[in-house]
């Protein structure tokens, strides 16, 4: 039914590769003293990368997941400086720059329904804007590297804590090399309640990005951040390799949706956590459309009593892809819960997994856990696995699992085509369809930008 | 309106349907009747275009244009339309959202949203369908009924030149086929022509015929005027064989 897929990707385009430093390719301490000197960073920072080095040198490449032997580390560029100076203004940017985000439509998305935007070009922030009203009320929305600077000891305290460097690889590295990301301090009772977002975007060959998001929501406050991510189409690999720590206090809110349509020739390794304190509630809502190889397993520390985790994800897999996503809970307090959604789609020999893990501490009395696996697939050369990890150490808990893997069938292709959709909308329905439950959790334009990555997805590729 | 000369259909290498002929005239309704199993559904299918009915021999000509080889979205868009014995659930489509984007497609332009809420709320009053029945995903966890209704639902937006019913009676209960009865009735116009499938007359009752169509193993084995259904219901199906002999 579905023959060979020519993918339209529709951010591939290039800028040409320019920029005022970059570190020689391959990493050293000498490369990372290097990338902290030219940030002017504190010795309390510089020490904090050089340990982290130790451990990644220490660490051997995870084997248990998907294959990375082609992702070699000599061959990064670990720090491109794009512009000297930040811009207060889209205006301010270098020309290509601003075109790219324009064609990304991110000043638009500034304008029309956002409370702020960090836009990230190779290895740092280049525009950053929070609307007055926000700042007002003493939320900081600022990039990590302003952050070190400005609020030294707020990122003192919080870094490292939820995400140690010891903790894997990745977040080792990104430990030693990080660069840009988002730092947003909330304060007790405030409610961001329009959208936060970030754009990050790679552009140079050989490029390696490894932004550093640090969230703290004091005290009953709320706040929805949205991270999307895309890259020029290359052949040989870059590496996004983010760490994403969230501090979600008593009572507050946390909302973080991203949108991942890295090109195909990103490796996306990334580790996202957050600690969530009593009657708290975390949300990932996670979109993995692109890259070629991405281990992103959203994790939620239930920490507090009746704090609450959802970790949503939609993962699409195609020719070349292997997306082995899924989400973590680990219930650590009384009267905690979680539910767990992921719908995977995949076609044209694409690979999705499912990994997952939910543990429930004997401290987590009349806890709740739901975790449902859905795989969609669209031809014989696909292929989906899961792989649930359950640890329960109490009895007075409610746990439930459900897993299943569908196709689209002829009934359903001629139930539709009956009623004069031709074989690609059908398709595209039933695919929409399919993931709607996770879709409709997406802000409205975000829902709109998926469905419409669908289609894409699909044209071309259905006879 | 719908001709069909010689057809002999056959799916996963049996041959179900032998030279059948029939004629479907605008603005008339038929019944085509006969016992389980004889083949009746797999002419709606092979009207509608479904890929796994191959047909062997004979054609079919629709509106003047011979439709045998067209895929079912042609057929779909020249103004047929088969209301399924058992509607597939579609998850995470709205009925809602379904609805318009046939419509679109039927019409060649997008409709209003406003027009299109009118429309919706005309035809599902007509049919007694709850409001929020079109927030719900299409025949996802729908009654046997609901389900029903749904297709004369979508019967009614679109406007067919050619419906087909395939057992749109069966699992109805008393009430609800009135109602759906009384719908259809409402949705036939002079410029239609529609194809009720039944086993039972029941629905004959509701909806008179002007011409029926009897059919076993896979032949026609009568036809007539409204005599036959009253026939049928006093002598079931059994008589067949002699007729079938005779012809």
Sequence with gaps: MLDSIVDEYRYGFRDPEKYVFRTKKGLSREVIEEISWIKMEPEWMRRFRLEAYEVFVSKPMPSWGPDLSELDFNDLYYYIKPVERKGNSWEDLPSYIRNTFEKLGIPEAERKYLAGISAQYESESVYNNLKKRWESQGVIFVDTD??????????KEYIGTVVPPQDNKFSALNSAVWSGGSFIYVPKGVHVDIPLQAYFRINAQNAGQFERTLIIAEEGSY?????????????????????????????????????????????????????????????WIDGNLGSRVSMKYPSVYLYGKGAKAELLS??????????????????????????????????????????????????????KSSIRCDALILDENSRSDTYPTIKVRNKNISLSHEASISKITEEQLFYLTSRGLDNLEANAMLIRGFIEPIVKEFPMEYAVELNRLIKIQLEGSIG | MLRIEDLYVEVEGREILKDINLEIERGKIYAVMGPNGTGKSTLAYTIAGHPRYKVNGGRILFKGEDITNLSPTDRARMGIFLAFQYPIGIPGVTVAGFLKTIMNIRRGENISL???????????????????????????GFSGGERKKCEILQMALLEPDLAILDEIDSGLDIDALRVVSNSVKRIFSTNMSIVIITHYSRILNYIEPNFIYVMKNGRIVASGGRELVNFIEENGYEWLEEVDSKC
């Design chain 1, 146 to 155: 302003t952050a070190v600077r400005e609020y030294p000891e707020l990122v």
């Design chain 1, 223 to 283: 706040l929805h951040y949205i991270e999307g991510c895309t890259a020029p189409i290359y052949s040989t690999s870059s590496l996004h390799s983010a760490v994403v720590e969230i501090i979600v206090k008593k009572g507050a809110r946390v909302r973080y949706s991203t949108v991942q349509n890295w090109s195909n020739n990103v490796y996306n390794l990334v580790t996202k956590r957050a600690f969530a304190y009593e009657d708290s509630i975390v949300e």
């Design chain 1, 314 to 367: 939609i993962a699409f897999a195609g020719r070349g892809q292997h997306q082995d996503v899924g989400g973590k809970a680990l219930h650590l307090a009384p009267y905690t819960s979680s539910n767990i959604i992921s719908k995977s789609v995949s076609k044209d020999g694409g690979r999705n997994s499912y990994r997952g893990l939910v543990y429930i501490d004997s401290l987590a009395e009349g806890s």
């Design chain 2, 114 to 140: 406003s027009k299109f809420n009118r429309l919706l709320k005309e035809k599902m009053d007509i049919l007694e369908i709850e409001e929020d029945f079109a927030r719900r995903y299409l025949n996802d």
